[in-house]
């Protein structure tokens, strides 16, 4: 179940990477239009705080730990700060954000699709036969859906 909660977390990322290296100014000003219109949704960043302590808890079973805990410190930072944050706190820091020129937020989606690859590849779902990570030996039959040789 770990690994299926942490592949749908790391699902989540190419999509806004792949979001912002295709249409970075589209994204950018969907993003100034709405929320002056709804700051309330500022609130689902709660969710990211949540998915950061879930990778974080995760991240001793996987390789790489060291990146796994940081990429989790940020989302609980920036989830923190965005959702309970004080509104003149933030407001300078989201204004900065939505400043910045196409090719930033393109390097911000390049490293989100980075992140999501290197995470799907450890857990076993891309680019290799077999999973690794917190799935379990399969040779071994300790995985999750080894069945021992020999058996009924």
């Known amino acids: 179940m770990k690994n299926y909660a942490l592949a749908a977390l790391a699902w989540i990322w190419p999509d806004e990477g792949i979001a912002l290296l295709v ?29 950061g302590v879930f ?37 300078p820091v989201i204004a900065w954000c939505v400043s910045r020129e196409d090719v930033d937020y393109r390097f911000w989606g390049l490293g989100l699709c980075a992140l999501a690859v290197l995470l799907l590849y450890e857990l076993g779902w891309v680019g290799r036969s077999e999973p690794r990570g917190i799935v379990g030996d399969m040779q071994n039959g300790s995985g999750c859906c080894a069945v021992p040789l020999g058996s009924p």
Not at 32 to 46: C, G, H
Not at 73 to 86: D, E, H, V
């Open 23 to 51: 249409a970075p100014r589209y994204i950018i000003m969907q993003v100034r239009e709405l929320l002056p219109q709804s700051p309330a949704i500022l609130r689902w960043e709660l969710i990211a705080i949540l998915g």
């Open 55 to 91: 990778l974080f808890f995760a991240a001793p079973e996987l390789p790489y730990q060291w990146l796994w805990m940081v990429t989790a410190g940020g989302m609980i930072a920036k989830g923190g700060f965005l959702s309970i944050g004080r509104p003149y706190w933030r407001g």
